[in-house]
Nanobody, 120 residues
C-alpha cells in the first residue's frame, strides 16, 4: 500500500515563504509524474505545479516565478518551495504521484493534504 506523507504547511504572512515536502512510502516500483494541487474553500482542486520523471516542470500561471517544484527520485519525494506568498495562495495543498505499484499498473496516489494559510 502506497502512502504519501506531506509536511511543511502552516501560517505565514504575505510575502513569506514555505516549503512543502511529500514522501512516498510503501511498495512502489516506479514513479512517473509528481505534483502539487490545491483546493481553496468553495473552489475546485487545481494544479499548482508538476514535474515529470525527466525533470520537466509545469506551473499554474498564478504561481509562476514564485513557486519552484523539485523532486528527489532516490527518496521518492517531491517538494514545493513557495516564495512571495499571497493571501490567495491560501488552500489545502495535496501531493500527487503517478506510480507503478503492487497492482502492476500505473495509479494516481494522493496525499492527505496540508493547510497553507497566508494572512497578516
Amino acid at each position: 500500500q502506497v502512502q504519501l506523507v506531506e509536511s511543511g504547511g502552516g501560517l505565514v504572512h504575505p510575502g513569506g515563504s514555505l516549503r512543502l515536502s511529500c514522501a512516498a512510502s510503501g511498495t512502489i516500483f516506479n514513479i512517473n509524474n509528481m505534483g502539487w494541487y490545491r483546493q481553496a474553500p468553495g473552489k475546485q482542486r487545481e494544479l499548482v505545479a508538476a514535474i515529470t520523471s525527466g525533470g520537466t516542470t509545469n506551473y499554474a500561471e498564478s504561481v509562476k516565478g514564485r513557486f519552484t517544484i523539485s523532486r528527489d527520485n532516490a527518496k521518492k519525494s517531491v517538494y514545493l518551495q513557495m516564495n512571495s506568498l499571497k493571501p490567495e495562495d491560501t488552500a489545502v495543498y495535496f501531493c500527487h504521484v503517478v506510480g507503478y505499484g503492487t497492482r502492476f499498473t500505473w495509479e494516481n496516489f494522493w496525499g492527505q493534504g496540508t493547510q497553507v494559510t497566508v494572512s497578516s
